[in-house]
């Protein structure tokens, strides 16, 4: 599962509680909801890179809990993350990478590789769930279109 994690979190940006929370009802065959994030602009379609489309497919098809990352223990507060998120910091350890980096850097190399492709600021916010701050894509936008989305998101590789 671990692996199945790193490579969603590279290929979305999405945080590491968001992805152990899908649903297999989440999931669509362009993109994934994600319905229980830290803050309300996290809840947002998502879409699938073409990198992904087949594991989310094989995690789909093999899910024993209803869950894409199936079979993460629930720690007492219900969140999903605690265990495998563990395993993602003695992994990073064991392949020498400093303490400074952590799942979140994923995110954070997403938003970099979007803005370095010329994706506006707004449309990289409606990806990786992030609050638009300015008052008419903030307040008053539906949101960027899951093509938008799509076509934005293949630009990682």
């Known amino acids: 599962m671990l692996y199945y994690l790193i490579n969603i979190g590279i290929f979305t940006g999405a945080r590491i509680e968001e992805i152990c929370s899908v649903k297999v009802v989440d999931i669509a065959a362009e993109n994934f909801t994600i319905r229980d994030s830290k803050t309300p602009s996290g809840n947002r379609q998502v879409p699938i890179h073409d990198q992904l ?3 989310i497919k094989e995690l789909k098809n093999t899910s024993q809990d209803g869950y894409l990352l199936s079979g993460l223990s629930e720690d007492k507060d219900g969140k999903r993350s605690g265990a495998i998120g563990k395993r993602f910091g003695r992994l990073k350890n064991q392949l020498g990478f400093e303490r400074r980096y952590f ?5 954070k190399t997403v938003v970099t590789l979007l803005e370095n492709a010329g994706i506006s600021e707004n449309l990289a916010a409606d990806i990786v769930g992030h609050e638009k701050p300015r008052i008419t894509y903030g307040l008053c936008s539906g949101g960027s279109s899951l093509e938008q989305k799509l076509k934005a998101i293949i630009t990682i590789n």
């Open 53 to 55: 489309k087949g594991l």
């Open 103 to 107: 799942f979140h850097s994923s995110r």
